[in-house]
């Protein structure tokens, strides 16, 4: 029996991409059931989709503006093995942050759980897609790194200022 020098490449799953679509609203459904507000079913999935969305293209054009741009098809194969982890990690931290924010007192705990549960998986997530990144770049780079890192803070910045917005919205 042989044994390959590569791991097997990693594969993006239906059930996986499945807790990306719902994970969001599932912190959403939480939150309304926890604060007495239907906003949250609407805005958590737009503040996570929404922030995709919009800054995914500019990563790839930094890169691109800086000749570290892979292929856009291996830049989708990474952003989709990244929601996929995404969705895997916020399905594991969801039932314990259900469990702690529906037995909590105050809807500002829930709040806190459900703002660490979503920001614990958008952590993982990122690192996935750094490290795809970093496989399908050819040559990985200083510039791809300040990119990444100047993307990752900017989209860390637009997601913690409308996540803070809709604590404020659904808090007050």
Do not use: H, N, Q
Not at 24 to 40: D, I, M, N, S
Not at 68 to 89: D, E, K, N, W, Y
Not at 147 to 159: D, K
């Amino acid at each position: 029996m042989s044994v390959s020098a590569t791991p097997p490449a990693p594969r993006i799953t239906a059930p996986s991409m499945a807790l990306a679509a719902c994970g969001p609203f599932a912190v959403g459904a939480l939150l309304a059931a926890r604060t007495g507000t239907v906003a949250p079913l609407a805005a958590v999935p737009a503040v996570v989709f929404g922030v995709v969305a919009a800054t995914t293209p500019a990563l790839y054009i930094a890169s691109a503006a800086t000749g570290t741009a892979p292929p856009l098809s291996a830049m989708v194969r990474a952003f989709a093995l990244s929601l996929s982890a995404f969705g895997i990690a916020l399905a594991g931290l969801l039932l314990p942050a259900t469990f702690l924010a529906m037995s909590a007192v105050a809807p500002t705990t829930a709040f806190a759980l459900a703002s660490a549960a979503i920001g614990g998986a958008a952590l993982l997530a990122v690192r996935r897609l750094a490290r795809e990144l970093k496989t399908t770049w050819l040559r990985p780079s200083f510039s791809a790194s300040v990119v990444f890192t100047v993307w990752w803070l900017a989209t860390l910045g637009i997601a913690g200022r409308l996540w803070w917005d809709l604590a404020g919205e659904v808090l007050s």
